[in-house]
Every structure is written in C-alpha cells, then in structure tokens.
Nanobody, 114 residues
Framework: VQLQASGGGLGQPGGSLRLSCAASGSSFSIGRMGWYRQAPMKRREMVATITRGGTVNYADSVKGRFTISRDNAKNTVFLQMNSLKPEDTAVYYC?????????WGQGTQVTVSS
C-alpha cells in the first residue's frame, strides 16, 4: 500500500487547512484510516481516526476544530483543520490499516504562524 498525502503548508492562527491522503496498491479493503502528528521534540500522537464504517475518534486537543472524513470508493482520507493554533504545528502523517498491516505516509508539514 502506498500513501500519497497532500495539503498542509503554512496556516494562520484561526485559519484553516485541509489534508488529504490517497491509498493505492491494495486489492483488499482499506480498514481504519487516520492522521497522526509529531511536533519537534515530542512523541508522535494520534490526531483523528475513522473506520471504514465512519466511526471517528479525535484527540481532545482537536475536538470541535478538526474533522476527519473519507471516501471509501477512492481510498482517500481527509482532515479539515479549522481554528488553527500555533500548537498544531507539526509533521502530519497519514496512517492506514489494511489486511492486518499498518502503513504510514511520508508526512506533510503544517506550520501555524502569523
């Protein structure tokens, strides 16, 4: 499974950014999809996950501001990030479970600064 993430970049405090990640190369159904992030000098943390059936889970720090969604037909997961804060600055990684294996995207930088 290959993961291609896009989006991210520089956002202003209070602004919005959108990430997307497309999974390819698997003839099997993609299971849970999600986003993790890692800030400098910090451990990687879960941001949001979504099951194939649409059950979502969010980190407390992003609840009410971020929305995860997916397009099962295109094996793509999205992360809409609103009300951005400087502490959202991190490298964001797409994560996918497929046939019992876990896959990671290459990471995309999100920087929130005025």
């Amino acid at each position: 499974v290959q993961l291609q993430a896009s989006g991210g970049g520089l956002g202003q405090p209070g602004g919005s950014l959108r990430l997307s990640c497309a999974a390819s190369g698997s003839s099997f159904s993609i299971g849970r999809m999600g986003w993790y992030r890692q800030a400098p000098m910090k451990r990687r943390e879960m941001v949001a996950t979504i099951t194939r059936g649409g059950t979502v889970n969010y980190a407390d720090s992003v609840k009410g501001r971020f929305t995860i969604s997916r397009d099962n037909a295109k094996n793509t997961v999205f992360l809409q990030m609103n009300s951005l804060k400087p502490e959202d600055t991190a490298v964001y990684y797409c994560n996918v479970l497929a046939v019992g294996y876990e896959y990671w995207g290459q990471g995309t930088q999100v920087t929130v600064s005025s």
